[in-house]
């Protein structure tokens, strides 16, 4: 359905991105379930070797020169292998990266971005912190000044590619004295000496990807890894919600489509009282549904797409990313939970990937931004776009098209 916003050089990125989904070995996924594989260093090689990542970037820093509709489509498409191959395939290509083409100098998209849209080296986003998951501004890892250096220590926790980074994006407190949003700078912190990682075991789903516990241990970073510029971590911040949680809401999409195409797939075969299984609503509609949903996930993705590649204004679209990660994760988690629904106690078993997909996409809710901040994002921004319309001498005032709108009594707001 997306056809008509694709350029032909964006459709022709879409079948070399679905040769390479083609390509991934079906035992590096099962391996990276079982947590045998910590992190698929080859697979983003790979990716790098054909120049799938950062498809929106200028082609002098190793990107394709496309679009936010483009990068949607290969989120999605990628998301197909599995959301954790869409997560580590997102942090350094369109997150990191993001920030260093966006903040950062010539030296540091040379020493940081080029290698790794090349696949020769990794990234990671050290964002959250041990106390405070949603709460960025709370950060207590810190970084003081010595001499052109600075000192860093701290620590983070679920680093998605965490474990296999050659570097990190680091947020720390360089003001203890200014607001919490005054005194934050963001680093490009080189795997060196004090720094630690551990990867963690035990997670419900999205497995092999790295997620670690990273430590820093009075990390010496030279003054020329600030990015941006000093105290002004929050700007990076800012910027990077866009990919972070655009791009999530893209590769849902991808991560929930084999869920529907399974199930979708069963019931045409799977017999029961004499008929194929589809002919009975209470199965069909549950497909109906999810096919309903994904085509509304798609239309709200593609839409913020173009309203980011338009450069509407940031609270507008503060808003729209924000509608399209929470509808849209929760949306995909739905359609996953057909998927097993209609498949009976089969879709609980390890016999079809669907209960893979429902462990996977219970992440989708929760990272880059929980569905309770998007909430509180969106109602924020709805209300200072309705103020500001309001106001605006060309928009009619409907409150007054009803037969009492005079009855100022009755108005009493108390």
């Given at each position: 359905?997306?056809?008509?916003?694709?350029?032909?050089?964006?459709?022709?990125?879409?079948?070399?991105?679905?040769?390479?989904?083609?390509?991934?070995?079906?035992?590096?996924?099962?391996?990276?379930?079982?947590?045998?594989?910590?992190?698929?260093?080859?697979?983003?090689?790979?990716?790098?070797?054909?120049?799938?990542?950062?498809?929106?970037?200028?082609?002098?820093?190793?990107?394709?020169?496309?679009?936010?509709?483009?990068?949607?489509?290969?989120?999605?498409?990628?998301?197909?292998?599995?959301?954790?191959?869409?997560?580590?395939?997102?942090?350094?290509?369109?997150?990191?990266?993001?920030?260093?083409?966006?903040?950062?100098?010539?030296?540091?998209?040379?020493?940081?971005?080029?290698?790794?849209?090349?696949?020769?080296?990794?990234?990671?986003?050290?964002?959250?912190?041990?106390?405070?998951?949603?709460?960025?501004?709370?950060?207590?890892?810190?970084?003081?000044?010595?001499?052109?250096?600075?000192?860093?220590?701290?620590?983070?926790?679920?680093?998605?590619?965490?474990?296999?980074a050659?570097?990190?994006?680091?947020?720390?407190?360089?003001?203890?004295?200014a607001?919490?949003?005054?005194?934050?700078?963001?680093?490009?912190?080189?795997?060196?000496?004090?720094?630690?990682?551990?990867?963690?075991?035990?997670?419900?789903?999205?497995?092999?990807?790295?997620?670690?516990?990273?430590?820093?241990?009075?990390?010496?970073?030279?003054?020329?890894?600030?990015l941006?510029?000093?105290?002004g971590?929050?700007?990076?911040?800012?910027?990077?919600?866009?990919?972070?949680?655009?791009?999530?809401?893209?590769?849902t999409?991808?991560?929930?489509?084999?869920?529907?195409?399974?199930?979708?797939?069963?019931?045409?075969?799977?017999?029961?009282?004499?008929?194929?299984?589809?002919?009975?609503?209470?199965?069909?509609?549950?497909?109906?549904?999810?096919?309903?949903?994904?085509?509304?996930?798609?239309?709200?993705?593609?839409?913020?797409?173009?309203?980011?590649?338009a450069?509407?204004?940031?609270?507008?679209?503060?808003?729209?990313?924000?509608?399209?990660?929470?509808?849209?994760?929760?949306?995909?988690?739905?359609?996953a939970?057909?998927?097993?629904?209609?498949?009976?106690?089969?879709?609980?078993?390890?016999?079809?990937?669907?209960?893979?997909?429902?462990?996977?996409?219970?992440?989708?809710?929760?990272?880059?931004?929980?569905?309770?901040?998007?909430?509180?994002?969106?109602?924020?921004?709805?209300?200072?776009e309705?103020?500001?319309?309001?106001?605006?001498?060309?928009?009619?005032?409907?409150?007054?098209d009803?037969?009492?709108a005079?009855?100022?009594?009755?108005?009493?707001?108390?």
């Amino acid at each position: 359905m997306i056809d008509p916003l694709l350029s032909d050089a964006g459709k022709a990125l879409r079948e070399e991105v679905r040769d390479f989904v083609k390509s991934v070995p079906r035992d590096l996924i099962l391996a990276m379930d079982r947590d045998e594989v910590q992190f698929p260093k080859e697979f983003l090689a790979e990716a790098g070797r054909r120049n799938l990542m950062g498809a929106r970037y200028p082609r002098e820093w190793g990107g394709r020169g496309l679009t936010w509709v483009d990068t949607c489509m290969v989120m999605e498409e990628v998301g197909t292998l599995g959301y954790i191959f869409a997560c580590i395939f997102g942090v350094g290509a369109e997150l990191v990266c993001d920030a260093v083409l966006i903040h950062g100098t010539d030296e540091q998209k040379e020493r940081y971005v080029r290698p790794l849209l090349q696949g020769r080296i990794f990234a990671a986003e050290c964002l959250t912190e041990p106390r405070g998951g949603s709460d960025f501004f709370g950060a207590t890892t810190r970084a003081v000044r010595d001499g052109d250096d600075w000192v860093i220590s701290g620590a983070k926790r679920f680093i998605v590619g965490g474990a296999a980074a050659d570097y990190f994006l680091v947020y720390a407190r360089t003001d203890p004295e200014a607001p919490p949003h005054k005194g934050i700078t963001a680093f490009l912190v080189d795997r060196g000496p004090g720094v630690e990682t551990d990867y963690l075991y035990g997670l419900m789903g999205c497995r092999g990807g790295g997620a670690a516990r990273v430590r820093f241990h009075e990390v010496r970073v030279p003054g020329r890894n600030v990015l941006g510029r000093v105290n002004g971590g929050v700007e990076v911040f800012y910027t990077m919600m866009i990919p972070e949680r655009l791009g999530t809401a893209a590769m849902t999409i991808g991560a929930a489509r084999p869920a529907l195409e399974i199930a979708t797939r069963y019931t045409r075969r799977r017999r029961a009282f004499g008929r194929p299984i589809k002919e009975f609503q209470g199965v069909s509609f549950q497909v109906a549904e999810s096919a309903m949903l994904l085509d509304a996930c798609r239309a709200m993705a593609y839409m913020t797409a173009r309203a980011v590649d338009a450069g509407e204004p940031p609270g507008r679209v503060r808003r729209l990313v924000s509608e399209s990660k929470k509808f849209i994760t929760e949306s995909c988690q739905q359609v996953a939970r057909h998927a097993m629904q209609v498949m009976g106690g089969i879709g609980y078993t390890r016999v079809y990937p669907v209960e893979r997909i429902v462990r996977d996409l219970a992440l989708a809710s929760i990272w880059t931004g929980t569905s309770e901040i998007m909430s509180q994002i969106i109602a924020t921004e709805w209300y200072k776009e309705r103020e500001a319309l309001e106001e605006a001498p060309e928009t009619r005032d409907v409150e007054g098209d009803a037969e009492g709108a005079d009855d100022l009594e009755e108005k009493d707001f108390g």
